[in-house]
Every structure is written in structure tokens, then in C-alpha cells.
């Protein structure tokens, strides 16, 4: 499923749709109408690719850049040590790499075992860029930290449309928001954003790409987080149905002892 042009395939009929594949590499096939029509038509393929009952299916993989191998704090771990600008095609040394500090070289002995990890390993690196492209968040634009603070609609941001950083949930392009409705944009493709994608370097399609892939991943969570909300309730209705259980705080009701009768007579005056 995984092409250099576009690592995107079309399918009329998807069989198991879902998460396909084995290990951390993985195929998502997802209907059209579930992610944001308007990011559909900035990237030229709405209504394309088989009409609106086409099915895309999308390349998966949980194999990142290291963030910190690129600011030199890192000498191995379990993520890809390779120079973020030139998986982008702008680092300055990209005609001479040997002068580049950091490895333009997916054939490292670490990052020949990241890959093989991750079930990657025979991509040419056109291949794992455009992979990389559609699921790694580092290598989108910088996202906009005052954005994700106060109020929406820009938060604490005081450049607003100016703003040369990203305007989008951090934790969505991370897979990580737990809000249904979240009031950060999960719009990665908008007519603000255009420019800023362009000038990164990354494509439109592979952009939708990263945009189905996260909102799959958002409604998955939000599935996931449900169905454990509804078995907490469960269990804590079928708790409270027990004998001898109490919900913490509840003053508990005390038996009712009959106290001492008391004569309706007034006692004596001066008699104790």
C-alpha cells in the first residue's frame, strides 16, 4: 500500500475496516465524510478516487524522529536517528550531509534496527519519508503554545492569524486528546494554514493523510474512553446495589431505638 507518490491507496471494498496489519506497522481505512470536507477539497480529491462510497487507505506506523537526537542529547534509543530537515528536503547541507551534524543516512546501524523494530526495514527513503510525513507530529510546523492556553478562539495568542506557529490541539496531533469536543481546532487543513504547510515543506496529501490518520485515533480514544466510563458507572451501580454498602459520604442512618416513655404530667414545682 505504501508508494513513493503518495502512500495512499484507494479501495472500493475494504475488508476489516480498521487498524490492518501486524507490529507497530499498521493500514487504517477510513470512509470519506468522516474527517473535514473542506481539507477533502484543499487537497483536490474530493469526489475522486471512486466517488463518495471510495474508501482510503492510509499507512500507518508508530516509528518517530527523536526529538532530542536533534538537539544532540540523544546517542541511541528506539526512535530514528535522522536529521528532521532533510527528511523535510530543507536542510542547507543536504548536497554535502557529511558536514550536516546530524545522520542523513536511514542505513545507520541504530536506524536499521529502529526499523526493523517497527517492520520497516526495505523502505527506500522516499518511502519512509512520505510514511513519516502522514504520522510523525515533528515534522508538522511548530505548534502554538499560547494557542493551546485561555479561551479559544487563539487563546493567549496575540498574533492570531499572523502567527507563524500552528494553530491546532497539541495533544490531537499527538493522538493524545481525551476531549470529544474540543474547543482547539483538529483542522490541520484550513486557508490560514496553507502558506505555513508550504513553507515547511510538506505536501497537501500527505497532510490529509496525517489528518485522517489523527482523527481516526481521536475517535478510537474517545471510544475507548467511553466504553471505560460506562464499565465504572456499571460496576458502581452494581456496588451500591450490595447489602452493607455505603456511598462515601453519606451519613449513615441510625437505628431507631425507642427511647424512655415520658410522663404527660408537669412535674411538682419545688419537688426534684
Known sequence: MLNAKGAENHRDHVEGRGWEGAGNNRQ??????????????AAGAGGAGGGPCAWRVVAVSSARLCARYQRGECQACDQLHLCRRHMLGKCPNRDCWSTCTLSHDIHTPINIQVLKNHGLFGLNEA????????????????????YNKGEALHGYCNMKEKCNKFHVCKSFVRGECRLQKCKRSHQLIHAAALKLLQDQGLSVPSVV??????????MKLHKVLESQGNSASAECSQGLEEPGVHVAGAPEASPLVPGPAQSAKKPHAGKP
Open 28 to 41: 487504517v481505512s477510513v470512509k470519506k465524510g468522516l474527517w473535514d470536507a473542506e481539507a477533502e477539497a
Open 127 to 146: 518511502q519512509l519519508r512520505i510514511l513519516l510525513l502522514q504520522n510523525d507530529p515533528c515534522l508538522l510546523p511548530e505548534v502554538c503554545l499560547l
Open 209 to 218: 493523510n496525517f489528518q485522517i490518520i489523527s482523527t481516526y485515533k481521536h
